[in-house]
């Protein structure tokens, strides 16, 4: 009888340190799952780090051509950002932001007075409009060998063309598209 309430005594004794390293084993898988998406999301952002560079720039400029003292002022801001958008010299990108940025000047200026980053004030102009964000510099293939467009999207090779003036009809592979870039090399223009 005592070596058989032993039995049940050791039994109770693993049964619950069992249960306790269960609870253990869980909550650090749910760490590690917590862990993992975490640092995929960090991993996303990186990629989309060419996202907005047309916004971006703007900003920049715009920041960059005023006084110090002036950037914290939101009727300066506004000012400036009509200054830049009045300018001839600004490239056809710049003028898209800046047909988006026009009718929503004061929108701008708060968070841009404020000392937010351009590209939080841009990310936060994007919800009230996705177009801003869409507005991408081309990709410059002037010196990328053909090894060097082999590593870019289906997506980029397309928006090469599309930058060009020229639709690949009847292409399926990503070989095509780059012999079709290859094949217009001469028309690619400073955009």
């Known amino acids: 009888?005592?070596?058989y309430l032993s039995n049940i005594a050791a039994f109770h004794f693993s049964f619950?340190?069992?249960q306790k390293i269960k609870k253990i084993a869980t909550m650090k898988s749910s760490i590690l799952a917590f862990a993992a998406t975490a640092i995929s999301l960090l991993m996303v952002s990186p990629a989309?780090?060419?996202d907005c560079e047309v916004?971006?720039?703007?900003m920049d400029d715009v920041k960059n051509g005023?006084?110090?003292a002036d950037v914290r002022n939101k009727a300066k801001v506004e000012e400036a950002l009509g200054e830049y958008c009045a300018r001839d010299d600004i490239g056809k990108r710049e003028q898209k932001i800046c047909y988006y940025i026009d009718p929503i000047k004061r929108d701008v200026a708060q968070p841009f007075s404020t000392g937010m980053p351009a590209m939080k004030v841009c990310r936060r102009l994007e919800k009230t409009n996705s177009e801003i964000c869409a507005v991408k510099f081309p990709v410059k293939t002037e010196n990328m060998a053909p090894k060097d467009l082999s590593k870019l999207r289906v997506k980029q090779l397309r928006s090469i063309l599309a930058d060009r003036g020229v639709e690949c009809k009847g292409c399926i592979e990503k070989a095509e598209f780059i012999k079709k870039?290859?094949?217009t090399a001469h028309?690619?223009?400073?955009?």
């Open 1 to 3: 009888p005592q070596n």
């Open 48 to 50: 989309s780090a060419g």
């Open 187 to 191: 028309l690619e223009a400073d955009l």
């Open 55 to 58: 916004c971006v720039k703007v």
């Open 16 to 18: 619950g340190f069992l």
């Open 181 to 183: 870039i290859e094949a």
């Open 66 to 68: 005023m006084e110090k």
